[in-house]
């Protein structure tokens, strides 16, 4: 009878230890913004792999086995819900976009992300969204979110037209459909040195509209993996490798 027990004992442990282990390496959801935004995150339609500044950072933990990651895509909208319901765990967005940011944790930011106006034209030397009294048109992405146009956008100063991605927000704006683009900088790099827009160029602002931190936003529960990402990011930055990484996925002129 006392053998019976141990084993019995025994099999519980094991297949308790084994349970905690398959359940720690189950990959985590990184949620990813339908269609993806090069060069932080894309999809590669050749290699059938997700690329970019995001995966790059991510690999030496995955194969360190610090982390397990799945990637997964979604709208933008429907990407922050699913944080919010547990249904995705990771996300790249600026902890200052969120809706509800006292239920999600964020890394140490990646770098500062830099949004500029665009348009076809070059700008006026003294150019301001406040000189004007009439109201122009701005291409934006559906779902976005733009905090610091918001006031402009109420006061009816800037009419917002939305595209379904940044591909076609820059057709949007050669074609005259809209005044001005607003456009992170390296994303407006990579579409008009891509074989898109040959021969034609962007004129941006003189100053960002605006400068926010780009994190990875986490689950409020998976503060260890945050921290393991805070240390990795941290040596990323101190020894340049960061910045190779962002200069590996941006495309200039030829």
């Known amino acids: 009878m006392r053998i019976s027990l ?11 230890f084994f349970a905690v282990f398959v359940k720690a390496k189950e990959p985590l959801l990184f949620i990813v913004n339908n ?6 995150l894309y999809f590669d339609k050749n290699k059938y792999i997700y690329q970019g500044v995001i995966p790059d950072i991510l690999n030496e933990l995955i194969e360190s086995n610090q982390l397990s990651i799945k990637y997964i895509s979604n709208s933008r909208k429907r990407s922050e819900e699913y944080m919010y319901q547990g249904s995705a765990d990771l996300m790249m ?8 940011p006292e239920k999600l944790i964020a890394t140490i930011p990646l770098h500062h992300h830099r949004s500029y106006l665009y348009k076809i034209k070059s700008f006026s030397d003294n150019f301001s969204l406040e ?70 160029k962007l004129y941006r602002s ?26 990795h990011i941290k040596y990323l930055q101190e020894s ?9 996925h941006i495309v200039y002129p030829k």
């Open 240 to 248: 340049g490798k960061l910045q190779r990484i962002i200069q590996k």
């Open 35 to 40: 269609p993806d935004s090069a060069p932080y």
């Open 131 to 200: 000189n004007s009294n009439g109201s122009e048109s701005l291409c934006t992405r559906k779902g976005y979110f733009y905090p610091i146009i918001e006031p402009y956008l109420k006061s009816k100063r800037l009419i917002r037209i939305d595209s379904s991605n940044h591909l076609s927000m820059v057709k949007m704006l050669f074609k005259q459909r809209c005044d001005y683009m607003l456009m992170n900088e390296f994303n407006a790099l990579n579409l008009i040195n891509s074989s898109f827009f040959e021969g034609k």
């Open 6 to 16: 141990k084993l019995i004992t025994y099999s519980i442990f094991l297949c308790t």
């Open 93 to 100: 967005l600026s902890k200052t976009w969120l809706k509800e």
């Open 206 to 231: 003189k100053l960002p509209v605006s400068v926010v931190p780009l994190n990875i936003i986490l689950r409020a529960n998976l503060m260890r993996e945050k921290q393991v990402l805070d240390k």
